[in-house]
């Protein structure tokens, strides 16, 4: 094994967030033209070590060696002057410009002053060219694919004299013949001398193009290998591998009825297609896959925020019909969303008005004018309940932290005598003790009889607080395995699509 | 940590005041300069009297803001409704209740419309409302000819120029009974509260099972009934519907909810922003600056008015977050 000489190397690295360890002695090194894939659950750290390489967090203790030489990353311009180019997921390209524009955006060819646009279509089309990519540079951005606007994304990255391209699930919005595209790209690059970090969930694709890579678990460094010497199951092993803490607070609750039925359903873009499960009161059901499973779209499409193609949804045995969130509501389903900024809260309200807003007919006087007092004992009677810290019910919630903010909106769906109460994530971004708490309250309302259902990209969690779990897997129910087979490995299979 | 308090207390109390602090600076400073001319009744009196047809119209869109939205087409509207009034008592011999009925009507229904292709046609409420604007001008130019219609009846005017015990002005009482109606409306429904609630998160509105389209029509629908109301006090106050008269009154009306800050979620600080609106004026009268340099007065207060808005947003923010 001859020994390439690394371009990077990450030594100790250690970041926290306050009330959170995102990583712990995390090492990390990259040779010059190889494929390095970085591997791990989500919540693993991978993303923030990445941050910590595009220079938009900064590390709080460790090493970072660039091309043999200790170096500082103190802000995005610092790194992309080392040579150090990201691609995100999301597309940062300007619709109303050519492939070509978008391309050399800010770096064009220019005589005294003017833009060169032939010089500048030519270079670009000599670029796609260099990569054996078909491209018309000429067309506006806007009438392509976003599959090839990714692949737009890509070159111009690459194209910025980059010695080391980061790539973050660059394939979870392509096509397999784009993969391809994508593939060859990284290959041409390695050709080239330059290294490439891949993120990915998909493993296949990781024995499909990499040289080594990198396992992260709980923000610590789990190893690195060569790809040639690992079998797929050592990968989810190594991914996973670890016992179920004691977070998890235990329940007793006896299982009810059958109360909520979803047969068949699907949604007119093809992210969720034929799901059918059924949940029955006290019931913890969660959901699990990898990130863009179809597990939130599938939630969406029960509380009518989208449009269903096909599908029936009955409670308690009776046929309902659900087109939008007001029907849901009407049927006592309550749904927790996983950006509780954007679509749960309004930041600027305060606790009180935030605690009514679903329910606001239950405070009227007269039925006509909203009665402030019973206002404020209702917002006060939930904030004893769920324990939720805030000076009064008068602070705008945008004061709160993560996890009381997240017991607001759970207020506002207990007020509104939520029978089926749909989670998304419901502990992202809250720290271990709030997120204890979040499931102290599951627990309680499963024992008050309430249907609960709990998508949740945290193996750990979901196999921790589920009675069952339903795996998803590109927008179908790939498997459903009941509490006495909860398998990290077998779960994992089935969100893979492997087994 | 006693002063420290003490200077936040009193930094939040005057950031709540809002708009009103600037009505009791320019009191303060102009019967200081102007003690003779400025604090006298007629004086004080004529200030509400002369800014109540701008705040009716900024009731109205204190509304529209609220819910996120603007509308630019209810100085025209109110125009509309004015000359519409004017028409039918005129022209077609109609009762004066029923016309301004009628052209109240009128005017919800164009709101209504703007509501509904701003929410159904999903085009920005800034180019929309544009577009109607003009449509309205256009109409109005055609029912009137482009000429002012006069010789409105006695009960016609009293709505604009007559006064209730001999000292309150009638369109000062209109304004207190309509601002007495929004400020419930806003601060009491469940309607009101869905307008705050679609104007700072339409997401989240929506999958807390409001009805935001119906709440962003019916806040145009407001926005067109409290233009048309104002329009047909207008007309009463210049004795006759004045085709010409509405070019600059949706602007003035937005300048007033914008100067009063009516995010804090109360309607009075629209009022309050009217007020300063026409204290400023009154005042730049008095001291005798001419009406070209007003203007220029005016515009720099509109935006220090909002600069201060955000300053004191950003004093708030900075509390809250210390405690």
Redesign the interface.
Known sequence: MQETPEILKLTNVNKSFPGVKALTDVHFSLRKGEIHALVGENGAGKSTLMKILSGAYKKDSGTIAFDGHEVEITSPKFSEKLGISIIYQELNLINRMTVAENVFLGRYPKKNGLIQWRQLNKDAEALFESFGIDMDVKAMLRSISIAQQQIVEIIKAVSINAKVVIMDEPTSSLTSRETEVLFRIMRTLKDRGIAVIFITHRLDEIFATCDRMTILRDGCYVGTREVSGITKDEMISMMIGRELTQQYPARDVALGDTVLEVKNLSDHSGRVKNVSFSARSGEVLGFAGLVGAGRTETMRLL?G?DPKSSGEIFIDGKAVSIAH??D??TNRIG?V?ENRK????????SVR?NTV??A??KI?RFK???DFNKERSVAEEYVHMLKTAT?SVN??VM?LSGGNQQKVVLA?WLF?DSRIVILDEPTRGIDVGAKREIYEIINKLAADGKVIIVVSSEMEEIMGISDRIVVMHEGRIAGEVDKEHFSQSLITEYAVGGA | MGKKQLISKSLTTISNMGAWLLIIVIILIMSIVRPDTFLTAANLINVPRQVAVVSIIALGASFVVLGGEIDLSTGMASTFAGCNAALMVTRMGMNTYAAILVAVLVGSIIGTLTGCIVTYLKIPAFIGSLGVQYVIQGLILITTNSMPINGLPENFLFLGRGYLADVIPVPVVIMAILFVIGAVLLRYTTFGRSVIAVGENQEAAKLSGLNVNRTKVLIFTIGGFCAALAGVVQAARLSSGQPGSGADLALQALAAVYIGGTFKGSMLNTLAGALAWGLVNNSLNLLGVNAHWQKVALGAIIIVAVLFDIARAKISTSQSSNS
């Open positions: 509380f925020c969130p007001r849901a509501i749904f969303t954007e679509e749960g809260l309004f930041l600027r309200s008005t807003m679903v606001m007919e009227l006509l004018f909203l000076p602070q705008p004061f506002k509104s």
